[in-house]
């Protein structure tokens, strides 16, 4: 069986993260204190949703800096991959708390479309004016990691989302002030709710193929099959596994009935660069088996046979262990 790992530095990245967490976190909280009191004394009901908006963000935040400093502990003996999946667990709170937030709001909202209460439109506009800056600064210490860490891109999507209601309340703003349009308020908080639902639903999808060890999305396991196939020596592939611990990091096991004649330790490290090359895998466990342990139909059949086995018994099965640590 052959083992091959290759594990990010986390003594760099890690810090960083939750500094760019807690320095997001820090203005998201003022941002939420003035929007609750400018709500308050405008009446804008745009104002007070984003301000229960970002009182939910600093909840999220909050949990996903708490995520991202557990998964850089030492992990117990029994946790053998590490505490990185709590950052999959800290994106679906983020969801599912963001989530109870837009359905609040969809329900005020449709109140006020009922019974119109217009807002005082100054102090909406300053403070979207406000929100609108600060937000832009948070997307910008946050950019650099949401593509790569799904806590991360729960937090990114917060303040993305956190952006455009900020948008939202200078447009409602604008909108009752100057044009007199009494639904402006409820109609652009209903326009917020429903660019933002989507995209919690893709965050917990994503999530939810992470903790049920979905092979990535992105992955074509056809394309994987056949790059170990074709490596010299090779000749089928069976019980294929991929899944991921983090989107980051992807894992495969799988079983390889490789020629009788091969150099076992060769072909282990030849299919590890294949697939750390190819698909970014460097996780990766491997047995390889003569084709005596898989002959007859089977090898056809259940096996994802390559080519044809060698003509003639074999001699028993050669299963050795190898150890290829990528570059």
Request: hydrophobic letters at 50%; glycine letters at 10%.
């Amino acid at each position: 069986m052959g083992h091959d790992h290759s594990h990010a530095a986390t003594s760099v990245t890690g810090p960083v993260m939750r500094r760019r967490l807690a320095v997001v976190l820090g203005v998201t909280a003022a941002l939420a204190i003035a929007e609750a009191v400018g709500g308050l004394w405008s009446g804008s009901l745009t104002l007070l949703a984003d301000a229960g908006h970002m009182a939910s963000d600093c909840a999220a935040l909050g949990l996903a800096l708490f995520a991202a400093w557990v998964a850089e502990r030492p992990a117990p003996p029994r946790q053998t991959f590490g505490a990185q999946r709590v950052e999959i667990l800290a994106a679906v709170a983020n969801a599912v708390l963001l989530a109870v937030v837009m359905i609040a709001v969809i329900h005020e909202a449709i109140g006020r479309l009922r019974t119109p209460a217009p807002p005082d439109a100054g102090p909406m506009f300053v403070l979207g004016a406000l929100g609108l800056a600060a937000n832009l600064v948070s997307i910008r210490v946050l950019h650099g990691h949401a593509h790569t860490n799904l806590n991360m891109r729960g937090a990114y999507l917060e303040v993305a989302a956190d952006l455009l209601a900020s948008v939202g309340v200078l447009a409602a703003a604008v909108l009752t002030r100057y044009f007199g349009w009494v639904h402006a308020d409820p109609v652009i908080s209903l326009g917020l709710a429903a660019f933002i639902l989507p995209r919690i639903a893709h965050l917990l999808r994503d999530a939810t193929d992470v903790l049920m060890e979905t092979a990535p999305r992105d992955l074509d396991l056809e394309a994987v099959r056949g790059a170990i196939c074709r490596t010299a020596g090779v000749l089928a592939v069976h019980d294929l596994h991929v899944w991921a611990i983090t989107p980051s990091r992807i894992c495969l096991s799988a079983h390889v009935v490789g020629r009788e004649e091969s150099d076992r330790d060769a072909l282990l490290s030849a299919i590890n660069r294949a697939l750390r090359e190819g698909f970014g895998i460097g996780h990766t466990t491997l047995q390889v088996e003569g084709a005596v342990a898989v002959e007859g139909e089977d090898f056809k059949a259940g096996c994802g046979a390559c080519d044809s086995p060698p003509a003639g018994p074999e001699t028993g099965s050669s299963a050795r262990t190898a150890d290829a640590t990528s570059s």
